[in-house]
């Protein structure tokens, strides 16, 4: 049971990244999946979320307009499409699963990837 996030990097202000969060090991249709951030001496704070099967979206205020969360079953993957970045944007970018839908606790996400690091700079 194993999530990889990948697609960060460094982009300027405006820019667009596209993070992507494979599964391993287990279906993520079956789980809300959720993405976070934690910026240098910042708590990890959470991003967007897609709960499982109807893949309805949620975003936090930060996120919206800006970002989209979605899912690709065949792949078995979530992406986050990141348009319009700024640069209190930049952190470190993880994905994580939950049993219990979309919820703010990130203690009820059980699964997370590893983190991809996403800085905006000009």
């Known amino acids: 049971v194993q999530l990889q996030a990948s697609g960060g990097g460094l982009v300027q202000p405006g820019g667009s990244l596209r993070l992507s969060c494979a599964a391993s090991?287990?279906?993520?249709?079956?789980?809300?999946t959720g993405w976070f951030r934690q910026a240098p001496g910042k708590e990890r704070e959470g991003v967007a979320c897609?709960?499982?099967?109807?893949?309805?979206?949620s975003y936090t205020e930060s996120a919206k307009g800006r970002f989209t969360i979605s899912r690709d079953n065949a792949k078995n993957t979530v992406y986050l499409q990141m348009n319009s970045l700024k640069l209190e944007d930049t952190a470190v970018y993880y994905c994580?699963?939950?049993?219990?839908?979309?919820?703010?606790?990130?203690?009820?996400?059980?699964?997370w990837g590893q983190g991809t690091l996403v800085t905006v700079s000009s």
């Open positions: 994580a699963t939950s049993a219990r839908g979309c919820t703010t606790n990130l203690s009820e996400y059980d699964v």
């Open positions: 090991g287990f279906n993520l249709d079956y789980y809300a």
């Open positions: 897609i709960r499982r099967g109807d893949g309805r979206t």
